[in-house]
């Protein structure tokens, strides 16, 4: 299917080269559930959770954004169209290329994943790509942890992604100190530029 990218391009592109097809074999390993429950932290136009969703037609996809970004760091994104993007694109975007598919909450993701452990909703998959700063990324992917079942899968997207300005420090610090911490709890299925973890 023809997704509206709104110029943020990501794995379902290969971007970098070879990331669809390990993202493609980390979710086959959830193709014996019946219903897998997956989640993503940081949607954007809803391109990854929409494949994610074409890989798995059987789960349940829910998604996370605030869509808090300036519009000057739109800047470059475009549509196929060639026309300059605002936010109310990108939202557009996102329920188009989801078709309904989707369950989403618009809210700081802190908020929105400490509101789900309040529900007791667990997930088989979740995969985090909101804000890059230090701080945000060891809240989302510790509160992200919480939430997974045993057995399930956790993903963090950039985890070589080096910030130009590293005010509030780069993704990789979070990364890992929240490895350090939760070791033993994990298996490390690929480590690249993206993360896969197994949980125990």
């Known amino acids: 299917m023809n997704y509206e990218y709104c110029g943020m391009l990501n794995w379902t592109t290969d971007c970098p080269p070879g990331s669809r097809i390990i993202f493609k074999n980390v979710l086959e390993m959830l193709r014996n559930?019946?219903?897998?429950?997956?989640?993503?932290?940081?949607?954007?136009?809803g391109t990854s959770i929409a494949t994610m969703m074409d890989i798995l037609?059987?789960?349940?996809?829910m998604a996370i954004d605030n869509w808090s970004l300036e519009e000057?760091?739109?800047q470059g994104c475009i549509n196929y169209s060639g026309k300059s993007m605002t936010m109310s694109d990108v939202k557009n975007a996102f329920e188009n290329n989801t078709n309904g598919r989707v369950w989403l909450t618009e809210r700081d993701s802190t908020l929105a994943l400490m509101e789900l452990l309040q529900e007791k909703q667990y997930f088989d998959f979740?995969?985090?790509?909101?804000?890059?700063?230090?701080?945000?990324?060891v809240l989302d992917i510790t509160l992200s942890w919480m939430l997974l079942s045993?057995?399930?899968i956790l993903g963090i997207d950039d985890y070589l992604y080096i910030p130009p300005n590293k005010t509030g420090?780069?993704?990789?610090?979070?990364v890992d100190r929240f490895l350090?911490?939760?070791d033993g709890?994990?298996?490390?299925?690929?480590?690249?530029?993206?993360?896969?973890l197994l949980k125990k």
């Open 33 to 45: 559930k019946d219903r897998p429950k997956m989640l993503e932290v940081g949607t954007f136009a």
């Open 57 to 61: 037609p059987n789960g349940i996809g």
């Open 72 to 74: 000057s760091e739109l």
């Open 126 to 137: 979740i995969y985090v790509d909101g804000s890059h700063t230090a701080l945000d990324t």
């Open 150 to 152: 045993s057995g399930g």
């Open 169 to 174: 420090g780069a993704p990789r610090e979070a």
């Open 180 to 182: 350090t911490k939760f």
């Open 185 to 196: 709890q994990y298996t490390i299925l690929d480590k690249g530029y993206r993360l896969f």
